[in-house]
């Protein structure tokens, strides 16, 4: 009854920004906290980022600088703005909540669908 979408992928040239939306819908209660793996071909999935209810962040070291993330509580909403971006930076980006549904007294993680981020040289 959770669902979680992903929105602003794409191609963009070395040094350009994008934008990643993750939208958490259905019957919420709370969301403890959200963020974005990545994985690109060949390579192990890490945690880029992450922010939980009290607005604390977290960036893996390579992107720190470059990256920031907030989130919407009254959207339900989380956006990664990722600046100066590398080639290296290429991945399938997936969107992650960590979520209390309504009704449920136990939080359960939710993925989103992933979105391509391509950044050429």
């Known amino acids: 009854q959770v669902q979680l979408m992903e929105f602003g992928g794409g191609l963009v040239q070395a040094g350009g920004s994008l934008r990643l939306s993750c939208v958490a819908s259905g019957s919420i209660f709370s969301i403890n906290h959200m963020g974005w793996f990545r994985q690109a071909p060949g390579k192990q999935r890490e945690l880029v980022a992450s922010?939980?209810?009290?607005?604390?962040?977290y960036f893996v070291d390579s992107v720190k600088g470059r990256f920031t993330i907030t989130r919407d509580n009254a959207k339900n909403t989380a956006y990664l703005q990722m600046n100066s971006l590398k080639p290296e930076d290429t991945a399938v980006y997936y969107c992650?909540?960590?979520?209390?549904?309504?009704?449920?007294?136990?939080?359960?993680?939710?993925w989103g669908q992933g979105i391509q981020v391509t950044v050429s040289s």
């Open positions: 992650y909540a960590v979520v209390v549904a309504t009704g449920d007294h136990s939080a359960m993680a939710y």
């Open positions: 922010i939980t209810d009290g607005d604390s962040t």
